[in-house]
């Protein structure tokens, strides 16, 4: 895979949560959520895809079943479109009033779905991703790993990527821990089968060396 250098905001601070399905994604983002919140920083929590008006009908078309097979480039392609509106109109917005910045997801889900996932061509589609993002990175990367028979495991409904066959999930997960291993210092890799407590415990150690440029809210 080819290494990019990125461009890290010099106001706020950014924080992704990445990982495969049912590795706790969700929860963590929201306990890092009131943890700051309650510390007294401006926090926005947000995910991807669908947290952006024209996000919201991007993810109805790539995760609803009823949505059917996508040729794989326009599935990748809808998603790049979700991260461009993303980043334009809620991240980097939030960013530059000094706020943490909390997603759900971002470019390396792309990269890992579609492109360890789908087997599409990782160099090509970092390349668009970047692009459609100004190449903007989180200051830390947190990866809840879990293997994929036991993330699948922890719940009954599946959309249409959760659908897809083990192979599939056990490539995203290698993908995963390929993107986290070539740049450790922005990445922290967790077993996602800790207990939740001492996972936040230490997201929340990572995260606090980066909230000297974060904004708090006046009392």
């Not at 599939?168 to 390929?178: A, E, K």
């Not at 070539?182 to 922290?188: C, E, L, T, V």
Request: charged residues 30%; contains cysteine.
């Amino acid at each position: 895979m080819t290494s990019y250098p990125g461009q890290y905001a010099d106001a706020g601070v950014f924080v992704c949560f990445e990982g495969g399905e049912g590795g706790g994604k969700s929860t963590q983002a929201r306990l890092l959520h009131d943890r700051l919140t309650r510390e007294g920083y401006a926090v926005r929590l947000t995910h991807e895809p669908g947290d952006t008006p024209v996000g919201k009908d991007l993810r109805r078309i790539v995760l609803s079943p009823e949505t059917g097979a996508l040729a794989h480039k326009t599935e990748f392609l809808l998603y790049a479109a979700d991260k461009a509106e993303h980043v334009e109109t809620l991240v980097r917005p939030a960013l530059a009033r000094g706020e943490v910045v909390i997603t759900d997801r971002y470019v390396d889900s792309t990269l890992a779905y579609q492109g360890g996932g789908r087997a599409l061509d990782l160099g090509e589609l970092e390349e668009v991703a970047r692009w459609a993002t100004g190449d903007l990175r989180p200051h830390l990367t947190v990866v809840l790993d879990v293997e994929p028979e036991a993330g699948l495991g922890r719940f009954e409904g599946r959309d249409r990527i959760e659908g897809e066959g083990l192979e599939f999930h056990q490539r995203v997960r290698r993908t995963f821990l390929d993107l986290a291993g070539r740049d450790p210092d922005h990445y922290a890799v967790i077993d996602a089968r800790a207990p939740i407590e001492e996972i936040a415990a230490e997201v929340a150690e990572r995260v606090e060396p980066l909230l000297a440029q974060a904004r708090r809210v006046a009392p």
